[in-house]
């Protein structure tokens, strides 16, 4: 079965440093990994997704993540990091192996920026 | 392009009541599902379909149900709301041939059963 973790509940980062949000995988065939972000009483919004090809991935906002098939990780980062950054961050999960596969979600990482 | 629509966006149930959350989407996407957001516990997966017909449970499906007899509409019911169903929920749609699997959300859906 295929799962997804977002180990940290809260990050805190200061304004113009680097950030980082961490998130693990289970699948059992190749793994599709994505960032969505989500802004109080909002949907969600995509940021970036790794299918296949470069293990670093570039998306929205300044957004990057690398894809670690060892580490079974796909973390999110962003050089410097902004107060509008501050947001609910999500990492999901669907196994490639299967057209009939889910996309499963983690439990999602509280972004807080401080100036 | 109106994308992915969910109605209702607000919606007040009393217990036992049953109603349905209304998704469609314009972009011929095969894939289809619903989530609930609670606080602290992320987006849950409710069921999903991967074309018409075609429908299946995912993590959180009891006292939910849905149907895909088209390739644009995924309607979930509720057939008798609990206070535990109090959550936000959200429809996705995407599609390995058309969107590159990325994943396209409706606004949300505010349901409160009192």
Redesign the interface.
């Known amino acids: 079965a295929q799962s997804v973790a977002?180990p940290e509940?809260q990050v805190n980062v200061a304004e113009g440093n680097p950030l980082t949000v961490k998130c693990t995988y289970s699948v059992s065939g190749n793994p599709?990994l994505?960032w969505?972000v989500q802004y109080p009483n909002?949907?969600?919004q995509?940021l970036l997704?790794y299918?296949t090809g470069d293990n670093l991935v570039k998306g929205s906002y300044g957004f990057e993540a690398e894809f670690n098939k060892s580490q079974t990780s796909f973390h999110l980062k962003k050089p410097s990091a902004l107060v509008s950054d501050s947001a609910l961050y999500?990492c999901?999960v669907?196994d490639g192996y299967s057209?009939?596969s889910?996309?499963?979600?983690?439990?999602?990482t509280r972004l807080s920026i401080r100036p | 392009n109106a994308g992915v629509t969910q109605t209702p966006k607000f919606q007040v149930l009393k217990t036992g009541q049953s109603m349905t959350l209304q998704c469609a989407q314009d972009m011929n996407h095969e894939y289809m599902s619903w989530y609930r957001q609670d606080p602290g516990m992320g987006l849950r997966l409710i069921h999903y379909s991967v074309g018409a017909g075609i429908t299946d449970q995912g993590e959180v499906p009891n006292g939910y149900n849905v149907s895909r007899s088209t390739t644009e509409d995924f309607p979930l019911r509720l057939l008798s709301a609990a206070p535990s169903q109090t959550s936000v929920y959200f429809c996705a749609s995407s599609s390995d041939r058309t969107s590159g699997n990325t994943i396209y959300f409706g606004e949300g859906s505010w349901l409160t059963v009192v």
Do not use: P, T
């Open positions: 977002q509940d599709y994505f969505y909002r949907g969600l995509f997704k299918i999500f999901a669907r057209s009939a889910k996309i499963i979600f983690g439990s999602g």
